[in-house]
């Protein structure tokens, strides 16, 4: 059984909103910082999204400053992405990860722990 379980994606037209989730009930979810990341047909992986351990600091791609938030609850050891004025170019699989350090989250090498993705498709 996978660590991370993403959840909450789907079709949605352009200026929508969507909430993914993130479980990890199997990790010591509270010492891991955590990321989302996305990677669109024909395109490498992207960071989205960053949450240090305690949730005090959060740090985002430029492309969705402003529209997107990511938040956690360690008492639900739950990780929640949302996405808000969805545009087409938003489509992607998106994945959450987890690393001990707050630097990796945030696309600096690879995080311990990949969700298997779930899927967003935002149409105009």
């Known amino acids: 059984q996978a660590l991370l379980v993403e959840s909450g994606g789907g079709l949605v037209q352009a200026g929508g909103s969507l909430r993914l989730s993130c479980e990890g009930a199997?990790?010591?979810?509270?010492?891991?910082?955590m990321g989302w990341f996305r990677q669109a047909p024909g395109k490498g992986r992207e960071f989205v999204a960053a949450?240090?351990?305690?949730?005090?600091?959060?740090a985002y791609a430029e492309s969705v400053t402003g529209r997107f938030t990511i938040a956690r609850d360690n008492g639900k050891n739950t990780l929640y992405l949302q996405m808000n004025s969805l545009k087409p170019e938003d489509t992607a699989i998106y994945y959450c990860?987890?690393?001990?350090?707050?630097?990796?989250?945030?696309?600096?090498?690879?995080?311990?722990?990949w969700g298997q993705g779930t899927q967003v498709t935002v149409t105009p």
């Open positions: 199997r990790l010591a979810f509270s010492t891991y910082a």
């Open positions: 990860a987890a690393d001990p350090a707050y630097a990796v989250v945030q696309g600096i090498g690879g995080p311990d722990h």
């Open positions: 949450i240090s351990r305690s949730g005090g600091s959060t």
